[in-house]
Structure formats: C-alpha cells, structure tokens
C-alpha cells in the first residue's frame, strides 16, 4: 500500500488499501461528497470531514476495491466537475 498526498481539486491514481491526504489551496472550506450513482472509494465517510482553508485530511481507499474509475464530489474547486480516483 502506498501514501498519496493530492490536491483536492485534482483527479489522481490509487490502490485499494492506499492512504490518501487531501491538501485544502482553495482559500475556501472543502467537503468531499458522493456523486450521486456512483461507489464511494474511500474507507470514512460519506461525506469526508470538512477540511478548512490550508489544511489536510487523511483516509484510505477501501480494501477490496475493484479496478477502475470512482468519480467524487468537492465543493470548493472552480470547475466544478466529479473528481475521479482510478484504481490501479
């Protein structure tokens, strides 16, 4: 298993089990939801805990967590879209 530490605005690649530590640059508070329709990636949630301008917040991918690509919500990025987590 590895660690990640990713921009929450930013899509990234993991692996079931993975840490990952979301870093809040958005000058604005950030909650990580579940897009309607899809499996929810990650161990804690949904939502993940708000993380508040200039800090993180850790979780791991679930464990088992099948190949392929898991769209989520974040309520703080510009553009607005699904980030995605592929797996592997």
């Given at each position: ?62 464990q088992?967590?099948?190949n ?21």
């Amino acid at each position: 298993m590895a660690d990640h530490t990713e921009d929450v605005c930013n899509d990234w690649h993991g692996g079931q089990g993975d840490k990952v530590t979301f870093i809040n640059n958005t000058g604005m508070s950030c909650t990580i939801k579940q897009e309607k329709g899809t499996t929810w990636p990650f161990k804690d949630g949904p939502p993940l805990p708000t993380i508040p301008v200039g800090q993180t917040i850790s979780t791991h991918l679930k464990q088992p967590l099948k190949n392929g690509n898991y769209p989520y919500s974040v309520d703080c990025c510009k553009d607005k879209v699904p980030k995605v987590v592929t797996v592997p």
